[in-house]
């Protein structure tokens, strides 16, 4: 996998709006530099950050940037039934680990409960894979994700779908 621009995706957080209380949750697999980022980022706004590692080896690199009670690491199995954990709920969710075509569907569902009402989902995939983008969408919406859009000119070698999670539906 490609290394995500470390300027590009300071850019992207500008989305972010500075509010107080602040939760982001962000699956990874690689580019420990975007953990660094997304920790720098959150540390200096003040909110809570979780970073699931997805992949047992990347939990033991990204392990030293959790050095504060607002930055967590945890290994995290996709496979597990719930992603519930002890009952936190997030604003944002960023998704740079690789999510494989079987596991996409009980990804997004497994998602939703452990978003606040209108809380958002970004999505990192590689570049022009319109199949993955499709399906992506598709699932998006079977599971209430509202408002989808992608950003397909901002990274070299990433596309970012952004999806919001629709306020009083689906649960």
Known sequence: MEIIEK????????????????????????????????????????Y??????????????ALPIATDKEI?????????PRYMIQGKIYDFIFVTATIEASQREHFIKSC????????????????KSKEERYEWLRLLE?????????????????DVLISKKMHGWGG
């Open 72 to 80: 967590k690491c945890v290994t995290f199995a996709l496979e597990r």
């Open 112 to 127: 939703h409960p452990i978003m606040k009402n209108g809380g958002n989902i970004l999505i990192f995939f590689e570049k």
């Open 48 to 61: 809570e950050y979780q970073i699931n590692c997805t992949d047992a080896s990347f939990y033991e690199e």
């Open 142 to 158: 079977a599971y209430n994700y509202v408002a989808s859009n992608t950003i397909d000119d901002m990274f070299t070698h990433y």
């Open 7 to 46: 300027e590009k995706l300071e850019q992207l957080l500008q989305i972010i709006p500075d509010h107080p209380m602040t939760s982001i949750a962000h699956f990874a697999n690689y580019s420990l530099e975007t953990c660094r980022v997304l920790s720098h980022f959150c540390r200096e706004k003040g």
